[in-house]
Protein backbone atom coordinates (compact mmCIF):
# COMPACT_ATOMS: atom_id res chain seq x y z
CA UNK A 1 0.00 0.00 0.00
CA UNK A 2 0.98 3.24 -1.11
CA UNK A 3 0.46 6.75 1.39
CA UNK A 4 1.16 10.12 0.40
CA UNK A 5 3.50 11.83 2.94
CA UNK A 6 4.24 15.00 3.66
CA UNK A 7 6.76 15.46 0.41
CA UNK A 8 6.65 12.14 -0.97
CA UNK A 9 5.07 8.68 -1.53
CA UNK A 10 5.45 6.24 1.13
CA UNK A 11 4.85 2.61 1.41
CA UNK A 12 2.40 1.28 4.02
CA UNK A 13 2.52 -2.12 5.13
CA UNK A 14 0.16 -3.29 8.37
CA UNK A 15 1.10 -6.10 10.67
CA UNK A 16 -1.71 -7.64 12.73
CA UNK A 17 -0.52 -9.61 15.59
CA UNK A 18 -2.40 -12.39 17.24
CA UNK A 19 -1.85 -14.18 20.86
CA UNK A 20 -3.40 -15.29 23.63
CA UNK A 21 -4.16 -13.15 27.13
CA UNK A 22 -0.91 -14.58 28.24
CA UNK A 23 1.14 -12.63 25.89
CA UNK A 24 1.14 -9.04 27.06
CA UNK A 25 4.75 -8.59 27.23
CA UNK A 26 5.36 -9.49 24.00
CA UNK A 27 2.51 -7.49 22.41
CA UNK A 28 4.11 -4.28 24.36
CA UNK A 29 7.50 -5.64 22.89
CA UNK A 30 5.75 -5.80 19.50
CA UNK A 31 4.51 -2.13 19.56
CA UNK A 32 8.53 -1.03 20.29
CA UNK A 33 9.60 -3.31 17.46
CA UNK A 34 7.27 -1.36 15.30
CA UNK A 35 7.93 2.24 16.81
CA UNK A 36 12.09 2.03 16.22
CA UNK A 37 11.86 0.17 13.07
CA UNK A 38 9.72 3.54 12.03
CA UNK A 39 12.09 5.68 13.85
CA UNK A 40 15.05 4.47 12.27
CA UNK A 41 15.26 2.99 8.66
CA UNK A 42 11.51 3.51 8.04
CA UNK A 43 12.24 7.50 7.57
CA UNK A 44 15.26 6.54 5.62
CA UNK A 45 14.19 4.74 3.38
CA UNK A 46 10.98 5.89 2.75
CA UNK A 47 8.27 2.85 4.44
CA UNK A 48 5.96 2.61 7.61
CA UNK A 49 4.59 -0.10 9.15
CA UNK A 50 1.37 0.03 11.08
CA UNK A 51 0.56 -2.43 13.96
CA UNK A 52 -2.79 -3.52 14.29
CA UNK A 53 -4.56 -5.49 17.71
CA UNK A 54 -8.25 -5.97 18.16
CA UNK A 55 -7.46 -4.13 21.77
CA UNK A 56 -6.29 -0.82 19.89
CA UNK A 57 -8.11 -1.22 16.51
CA UNK A 58 -11.45 -2.64 17.30
CA UNK A 59 -15.01 -1.25 19.01
CA UNK A 60 -17.64 -3.23 21.09
CA UNK A 61 -20.41 -4.44 18.46
CA UNK A 62 -22.27 -7.58 18.03
CA UNK A 63 -21.65 -10.75 15.78
CA UNK A 64 -21.72 -14.64 15.74
CA UNK A 65 -19.17 -14.45 18.47
CA UNK A 66 -17.00 -11.79 20.10
CA UNK A 67 -13.85 -13.11 17.82
CA UNK A 68 -16.30 -12.89 14.43
CA UNK A 69 -16.65 -9.35 15.74
CA UNK A 70 -12.93 -9.08 15.37
CA UNK A 71 -12.57 -10.54 12.17
CA UNK A 72 -14.69 -8.48 10.81
CA UNK A 73 -13.33 -5.20 11.81
CA UNK A 74 -9.98 -6.06 11.82
CA UNK A 75 -10.38 -7.23 8.20
CA UNK A 76 -8.03 -8.44 5.91
CA UNK A 77 -6.66 -5.01 4.91
CA UNK A 78 -2.51 -5.92 6.43
CA UNK A 79 0.16 -7.70 4.88
CA UNK A 80 1.88 -9.30 7.77
CA UNK A 81 0.37 -11.84 10.18
CA UNK A 82 2.31 -11.95 13.00
CA UNK A 83 1.49 -14.44 16.12
CA UNK A 84 2.80 -15.69 19.59
CA UNK A 85 2.16 -18.27 21.86
CA UNK A 86 3.79 -19.49 25.11
CA UNK A 87 2.14 -21.76 27.66
CA UNK A 88 -1.54 -20.83 26.83
CA UNK A 89 -3.81 -21.46 23.63
CA UNK A 90 -7.11 -19.71 24.47
CA UNK A 91 -10.42 -19.85 24.55
CA UNK A 92 -12.42 -21.93 21.85
CA UNK A 93 -14.87 -20.56 19.31
CA UNK A 94 -17.58 -21.23 16.75
CA UNK A 95 -15.09 -21.93 14.24
CA UNK A 96 -12.10 -23.15 15.83
CA UNK A 97 -10.21 -24.02 19.17
CA UNK A 98 -9.15 -20.43 20.18
CA UNK A 99 -9.00 -16.92 18.67
CA UNK A 100 -5.77 -17.24 18.03
CA UNK A 101 -5.95 -20.28 15.41
CA UNK A 102 -9.12 -18.83 13.87
CA UNK A 103 -6.53 -15.54 13.05
CA UNK A 104 -3.77 -17.55 11.88
CA UNK A 105 -6.45 -20.02 9.74
CA UNK A 106 -7.92 -16.67 8.53
CA UNK A 107 -4.33 -15.92 7.22
CA UNK A 108 -3.48 -19.11 6.42
CA UNK A 109 -6.53 -19.59 3.76
CA UNK A 110 -5.37 -16.29 2.41
CA UNK A 111 -1.74 -17.46 1.79
CA UNK A 112 -2.83 -20.31 0.05
CA UNK A 113 -5.77 -18.43 -2.25
CA UNK A 114 -4.08 -15.09 -2.88
CA UNK A 115 -0.30 -15.62 -1.80
CA UNK A 116 -0.45 -11.55 -0.62
CA UNK A 117 0.72 -12.24 2.87
CA UNK A 118 3.52 -13.16 4.85
CA UNK A 119 3.04 -15.03 7.72
CA UNK A 120 5.45 -15.49 10.77
CA UNK A 121 4.80 -16.94 14.07
CA UNK A 122 6.67 -16.91 17.09
CA UNK A 123 6.73 -19.32 20.30
CA UNK A 124 8.12 -18.51 23.59
CA UNK A 125 9.90 -21.77 24.88
CA UNK A 126 10.74 -20.03 28.41
CA UNK A 127 10.34 -23.05 30.87
CA UNK A 128 6.53 -22.69 31.75
CA UNK A 129 5.55 -22.23 35.53
CA UNK A 130 4.73 -24.99 37.77
CA UNK A 131 1.30 -23.82 38.46
CA UNK A 132 0.46 -23.86 34.18
CA UNK A 133 -2.10 -25.48 32.81
CA UNK A 134 -1.05 -28.45 31.29
CA UNK A 135 -4.38 -28.69 28.96
CA UNK A 136 -3.51 -25.41 27.71
CA UNK A 137 0.08 -26.11 26.97
CA UNK A 138 -0.43 -29.52 25.23
CA UNK A 139 -2.74 -27.41 22.61
CA UNK A 140 0.05 -25.12 22.06
CA UNK A 141 2.22 -28.21 21.46
CA UNK A 142 -0.20 -29.72 18.90
CA UNK A 143 -0.69 -25.89 17.59
CA UNK A 144 3.10 -25.76 16.75
CA UNK A 145 3.19 -29.13 14.80
CA UNK A 146 -0.39 -28.73 12.95
CA UNK A 147 1.12 -25.34 11.49
CA UNK A 148 4.45 -27.29 10.66
CA UNK A 149 2.46 -29.60 8.74
CA UNK A 150 1.37 -26.86 6.32
CA UNK A 151 4.91 -25.58 5.88
CA UNK A 152 5.42 -23.12 8.52
CA UNK A 153 8.44 -22.23 9.49
CA UNK A 154 8.17 -20.60 13.39
CA UNK A 155 11.33 -19.15 15.88
CA UNK A 156 11.69 -19.68 18.93
CA UNK A 157 12.46 -16.93 22.01
CA UNK A 158 13.17 -17.11 25.36
CA UNK A 159 12.21 -13.38 26.73
CA UNK A 160 10.00 -10.75 25.40
CA UNK A 161 13.86 -8.59 25.19
CA UNK A 162 14.33 -11.89 22.65
CA UNK A 163 11.38 -11.26 20.71
CA UNK A 164 11.51 -8.19 20.30
CA UNK A 165 14.82 -8.29 18.65
CA UNK A 166 13.97 -11.06 16.44
CA UNK A 167 10.69 -9.36 15.24
CA UNK A 168 12.69 -5.91 14.82
CA UNK A 169 15.16 -7.96 12.19
CA UNK A 170 12.80 -10.28 11.00
CA UNK A 171 10.56 -7.44 9.93
CA UNK A 172 13.21 -5.38 8.34
CA UNK A 173 14.34 -8.00 6.47
CA UNK A 174 11.13 -8.82 4.79
CA UNK A 175 10.41 -5.49 4.25
CA UNK A 176 14.08 -4.98 2.61
CA UNK A 177 13.12 -7.90 0.52
CA UNK A 178 10.00 -6.96 -0.63
CA UNK A 179 11.40 -2.98 -1.63
CA UNK A 180 14.33 -4.81 -3.50
CA UNK A 181 11.85 -6.82 -5.67
CA UNK A 182 10.00 -4.04 -6.28
CA UNK A 183 12.54 -1.73 -7.58
CA UNK A 184 13.73 -4.74 -9.88
CA UNK A 185 10.41 -5.18 -11.01
CA UNK A 186 10.46 -1.54 -11.94
CA UNK A 187 13.74 -1.96 -13.49
CA UNK A 188 12.34 -5.13 -15.70
CA UNK A 189 9.57 -2.51 -16.59
CA UNK A 190 10.95 0.20 -17.83
CA UNK A 191 13.47 -1.24 -20.07
CA UNK A 192 10.61 -3.36 -21.90
CA UNK A 193 9.35 0.05 -21.91
CA UNK A 194 12.03 1.52 -23.73
CA UNK A 195 12.80 -1.16 -26.12
CA UNK A 196 9.16 -0.65 -27.25
CA UNK A 197 9.63 3.45 -27.76
CA UNK A 198 13.58 3.17 -29.00
CA UNK A 199 13.28 1.57 -32.10
CA UNK A 200 15.97 -1.14 -33.07
CA UNK A 201 19.15 0.49 -35.01
CA UNK A 202 19.72 -2.15 -37.82
CA UNK A 203 23.36 -2.50 -39.15
Known amino acids: MIVKGLNKYMK ?9 GD ?3 ERLAAE ?11 SR ?7 LKWENDTYPSVGEDGQDVINKQIGSDYQIFVGVMWKKFGSPTKRAGSGTEEEFNL ?3 RYTSKKDIQ ?17 QFQKVRDFKKKIEELGAYHKPFDSSKDFEKSLRMDLIRYVKDII ?11 SEELQKVIPEIKE
Do not use: W
Request: hydrophobic residues 45%.
Open 180 to 190: KEEIQEAVISK
Open 119 to 135: IMFYFNSAPIPQEADLV
Open 32 to 42: EAVEEINKSIG
Open 23 to 25: TDA
Open 107 to 109: AYE
Open 12 to 20: LFKIFLASP
Open 45 to 51: DNFRLEL
